[in-house]
């Protein structure tokens, strides 16, 4: 099956910018995904790549896709206290679900 | 976008009582709807797919008596979970299959679910 993996925390100054990778191990997924999960809350669908693509900026995101290397990932420019979150990878399995990676905690420090 | 929309977002129920939890497509039908719980500082561990007009399929370890899902409408898929205990305390959420082209998921809100 799918394996997805993130790194577990990330902490960035106010201001800075923030990068969020992660790793995948399905070579025939279509497309790929961020969303963003604040305390309390379900998860937001951030933005989405699709295979065929290596770069996709949509306002302050850019996400980078390395399909030889399977690395996602995703820049949040000017990085906010608001960007402050939990922030998941995911991709489609057979199962027509998502298989989700472990998560990374981003932690701005205004 | 599309909205899932989940009641309650928070509950709290003695040890022994059922305990339902609804998820709503507000603004678009959801043949399938899944199930997650999530476990505090870990991901999402799906439970089940619930299928409009059929039986939920579930996930291995997941005990169908305990956490029943009925989806009778192309709205509305409903989880209870049946004679809880405090290990059943935990936040679901619930997400349903857009109608765009990229198979995005879209998720409700999530329910914390506390047993006394």
């Known amino acids: 099956g799918e394996d997805v993996e993130q790194s577990l925390f990330l902490s960035v100054r106010e201001g800075d910018s923030s990068v969020i990778n992660c790793t995948y191990t399905?070579?025939?997924?279509?497309?790929l995904y961020w969303y963003k999960q604040e305390p309390g809350a379900g998860l937001q669908l951030l933005t989405y790549?699709?295979?065929?693509?290596d770069m996709k900026q949509d306002q302050r995101l850019t996400v980078l896709l390395n399909k030889k290397d399977k690395h996602l990932s995703l820049r949040i420019a000017d990085t906010q206290t608001g960007d402050s979150a939990i922030y998941f990878c995911?991709?489609?399995?057979?199962?027509?679900?998502?298989?989700f990676g472990t998560g990374t905690r981003l932690t701005v420090i205004p | 976008g599309a909205v899932v929309s989940q009641h309650p977002s928070w509950v709290i129920c003695k040890s022994g009582t059922s305990v339902k939890i609804e998820c709503r497509s507000l603004?678009?039908?959801?043949?399938?709807m899944f199930w997650y719980r999530q476990f505090p500082k870990q991901s999402l561990m799906l439970m089940a797919t619930?299928?409009?007009?059929?039986?939920?399929?579930?996930e291995q370890g997941v005990e169908k008596d305990k956490f029943l899902i009925n989806h009778a409408s192309l709205t509305l898929s409903t989880l209870t979970v049946t004679s809880a205990h405090p290990e059943d305390s935990s936040f679901y959420i619930c997400?349903?299959?857009?109608?765009?082209?990229?198979?995005?998921?879209?998720f409700g809100e999530g329910s914390r679910l506390t047993v006394l």
């Open positions: 603004d678009f039908q959801a043949t399938t």
């Open positions: 997400s349903a299959r857009g109608f765009g082209g990229a198979g995005e998921l879209f």
């Open positions: 790549i699709f295979s065929n693509m």
């Open positions: 619930s299928n409009e007009g059929s039986k939920a399929t579930y």
């Open positions: 399905d070579s025939s997924s279509t497309y």
């Open positions: 995911a991709g489609p399995t057979g199962a027509n679900n998502l298989f």
